[in-house]
């Protein structure tokens, strides 16, 4: 943090640990500020006024009730887990104010009116205790003058916390300091948030809407403006500023319709009103003011830009599909009209590419092709990049603090710096010169100090241009953060193939990074991470753990369907048993690596995924992981091991809950309900292809174990799963051996049959699913056996390998695989 945003106070206060919490505000941000606290385990106590009408005792704290009611239900879900919701503790501004003062962080997020703001402060005051921090959580409002009416005690310990909505999926938190906050304050609040909250922490100076609304919302109209000027539609702003450039897929306007028109309108007119220099860039069309007269707001009014038609989309309309019925808004007209699926030679061709650099480069380059996709596209891109540069003085403290807040607060894969770097920073504003365009003086400065991009990559780091003193500099960021690209960056990298590579990532612990397209697992990622973690490979005896993770979004969507449809349409049998084989060798070189292997696994971690992850010694999750064994879905049954540690799972569990050894006695354990309930709840997970909306969700499956840990800072798993790759090194890891052990058989697999037969009875599952759902069975029970009969966990692969090919034969199995190729979705057949 620069010194330049917070002085130092004389007598600094002592940096509190979080151990309570208080959030000023029940309304959709605060309630879920609340609920993001409880998923942190941390105990909160929600205030809000009294109804006018609560004549009741029991009905003066209602509001705050109600949000929490209301948070239980919400989706996507506020909580990780809602048993959390009991750590929330509802309250008044009347009745509970002495309550603060055990409270070591409160947070002011009523509403976004000034003079509301002063009074609730002046209220508060004298309810705290002299070591308690408060900040607020307003969007634009400056910080100094909410504060301005209390003690100068109290603004040694008051700055800003901006959450992004929902706090618990935006990993953006702005950090606004004032001239009198004590830095041991900010210091403290921010390490909380990083380790406890899984923010991404930016520091931001006291100016209007910060950062990521200063520039969010500028982009934003930017669009609007252009969108007019080139008479295009509202479908088409959407296609053009979507996934193609890197930006939420939702794209500008259906972004708006989420977020709430009027929160974005607000920051605009907030923006206006505090800065009459440069209103004009905030200024509303006047369809836009319309629109908000009408109430037509967003998804939360039923229609904004976009709105549901209750008729059957035609042809051609956006989506694809004849579930996609809605209506977009024409904006001259202001009449909806079915949507239509835009079309544009320029943007088709941007989408063949992978990285969103390379899309960039397609669409804003010059040259033949340009269409109306090019001609939005450079206004709108080159005009945010000068923006963003005309501000960074103003705002930031370097460019990276300006891409770091639009990538983790809006989302984008890049920030407008990184974009123009992407690009060619010489290029481009020679461009503009010849158009006689602006060019900001920040980037005349990098170009006339003899360099051409706004980033630098050294073995020794990631270095930003500073435009004030014309020279790069370390980008500031905590130990224990990095990706794998800091370590490619380093040149760490000992091999690799087209899907995975093998990076040293220092302490003498190696990644194995996945990097296929969607970290879909083909047979590159199979032979290097079987070559690497075989017992006699020379990596084993060079590194003392392994770790298994990545940089995508997501860990794995699983195996390649793609090759799998592709051999099975060719009737490749053999070659398809002997990839199965060699999937199944890969995970045991996981299990029964010498070397701890720690899988990492975030967002996506499905099927394949799943089945590397259970193979490992340990796993080091995120707390936003969406994992599950997820093959039923297509027809087919875990085969890499995943059916197989499911059951070792449920053996292991009525071990421990009926006190039963099943080597001393087998027949008596396999016959034991306790087994039986055990493999009835993982039957479950599997056959009906049960995917966790969250880490501590995947724990009630038995994807993850009580021993495994729970990182919420995306930025600090790798690091956090190393550390935990070297604490099983150093506390004597000593891989597992291959177990005999007793299977249920004809005890248990019968049961199963009947509740798959009454699924079928109740129209729960098709003919199809009955059949696969068969053979996870089979596989779980170990078969047609003898209760108590002992098998090696060699038996389990092989039932598994034999269920997978045989329904690779199906037909059904086989149109489910097209369609999900096709669509992203399940087909129920």
Not at 370 to 384: H, M, N, R, V, Y
Not at 725 to 735: H, P
Not at 780 to 787: D, I, R
Request: proline content about 6%.
């Amino acid at each position: 943090m620069s010194t330049a945003i917070a002085e130092k106070s004389a007598s600094p206060i002592a940096a509190p640990l979080i151990r309570r919490a208080a959030v000023l505000g029940a309304g959709s941000m605060g309630s879920r500020i609340a609920a993001h606290l409880a998923n942190a385990g941390v105990p909160v106590l929600l205030l809000d006024i009294v109804p006018p009408d609560s004549s009741d005792p029991k009905s003066r704290s209602r509001i705050a009730d109600g949000a929490i009611a209301a948070l239980l239900k919400s989706k996507p879900a506020s909580f990780y887990d809602p048993a959390a919701a009991a750590l929330i503790t509802p309250g008044n501004f009347e009745d509970d104010l002495p309550r603060l003062k055990d409270c070591d962080w409160i947070i002011e997020a009523v509403t976004e009116n000034l003079d509301i703001k002063q009074a609730l402060i002046e209220k508060i005051t004298p309810h705290l205790s002299p070591d308690s921090i408060v900040t607020t959580n307003t969007s634009g409002l400056p910080i100094a003058s909410i504060s301005a009416h209390t003690p100068p005690e109290f603004r040694r310990r008051w700055f800003g916390t901006h959450f992004f909505n929902p706090p618990r999926y935006m990993r953006l938190l702005e950090i606004i300091p004032t001239p009198r906050t004590d830095p041991a304050a900010i210091a403290a609040i921010a390490a909380f948030a990083d380790r406890r909250l899984g923010k991404s922490v930016v520091y931001a100076r006291d100016t209007p809407n910060f950062i990521a609304n200063r520039l969010g919302v500028f982009s934003m109209l930017t669009a609007v403006r252009l969108m007019q000027e080139q008479d295009l539609t509202i479908e088409e702003v959407d296609a053009l500023t979507g996934s193609v450039i890197g930006w939420p897929r939702t794209g500008t306007f259906r972004l708006a319709d989420l977020v709430g028109i009027d929160i974005l309108a607000h920051v605009a007119r907030n923006f206006a009103a505090l800065r009459s220099d440069d209103a004009s860039a905030a200024k509303l069309p006047a369809f836009l003011e319309t629109m908000l007269e009408r109430g037509w707001i967003g998804d939360k009014a039923g229609q904004g830009f976009y709105k549901k038609s209750g008729e059957k989309a035609p042809a051609g309309a956006s989506g694809g599909d004849a579930k996609d019925n809605r209506l977009a808004l024409d904006w001259k007209t202001l009449d909806y009209r079915p949507a239509q699926r835009p079309k544009f030679s320029r943007l088709e061709m941007a989408k063949n590419a992978d990285a969103v650099s390379e899309r960039l480069r397609v669409l804003i380059g010059p040259g033949p092709g340009q269409d109306k996709a090019s001609c939005f596209q450079w206004p709108l891109l080159t005009g945010i990049w000068n923006y963003a540069a005309d501000c960074l003085p103003e705002i930031a403290d370097s460019p990276a603090s300006i891409d770091r807040a639009m990538r983790t607060g809006f989302n984008w894969e890049l920030g407008p710096f990184e974009m123009w770097d992407a690009v060619g920073v010489p290029a481009t504003v020679e461009r503009l010169r010849a158009a006689g365009a602006h060019v900001s003086p920040q980037v005349e400065a990098l170009l006339a100090s003899g360099n051409t991009c706004w980033y630098k990559n050294t073995p020794q780091g990631r270095l930003v241009f500073d435009p004030a003193s014309r020279s790069y500099k370390p980008i500031d960021q905590p130990a224990g953060i990095a990706s794998a690209a800091t370590f490619r960056r380093a040149n760490k990298v000992v091999r690799h193939n087209p899907g995975c590579s093998l990076i040293d990532i220092g302490e003498d612990v190696a990644l194995l990074e996945l990097h296929s397209k969607k970290n879909a697992i083909g047979d590159d990622i199979v032979s290097l991470v079987t070559q690497t973690l075989t017992a006699t490979s020379e990596h084993v005896r060079n590194f003392r753990g392994f770790v298994i993770s990545g940089d995508a979004n997501d860990f794995s969507v699983g195996a390649n369907l793609m090759q799998l449809l592709l051999s099975v349409q060719e009737g490749e049998w053999d070659e398809l048993d002997f990839a199965v084989r060699a999937f199944q060798r890969m995970t045991a070189s996981i299990k029964f690596c010498p070397r701890p292997v720690v899988v990492a696994p975030f967002g996506l971690c499905l099927g394949g995924g799943t089945e590397i992850s259970l193979h490992a010694a340990r796993r080091q999750a995120h707390a936003e992981l969406y994992m599950g064994l997820v093959e039923a879905g297509v027809g087919l049954v875990p085969a890499g091991g995943g059916s197989r540690e499911m059951a070792l799972h449920a053996i292991d569990a009525a071990r421990a809950s009926s006190g039963l050894d099943p080597s001393t006695a087998p027949a008596r354990f396999a016959l034991s309900a306790d087994l039986q309930d055990a493999l009835r709840q993982r039957f479950e997970t599997v056959a009906l292809a049960k995917v966790s909306t969250s880490a501590a969700e995947a724990r009630t499956l038995d994807l993850l174990t009580p021993a495994d840990q729970i990182t919420l800072n995306r930025e600090r798993l790798l690091i956090d799963a190393r550390e935990a790759a070297i604490f099983l090194s150093e506390t004597g890891y000593t891989a597992p051996a291959p177990r005999t052990f007793p299977v249920p058989g004809e005890a248990v697999l019968p049961n199963l049959k009947l509740g798959i037969h009454l699924m079928r009875q109740a129209e729960y599952i098709s003919d199809h699913d009955v059949k696969v759902a068969t053979h996870i069975a089979r596989i779980l029970c170990g078969g047609s056996l003898t209760p108590g009969s002992l098998v090696n966990e060699q038996y389990l692969l092989d039932l598994e390998r034999e269920a997978f090919l045989s329904l690779c034969g199906e037909r059904k199995t086989q149109e489910r695989i097209a369609y999900t190729l096709q669509t992203g979705k399940p087909l129920r057949n």
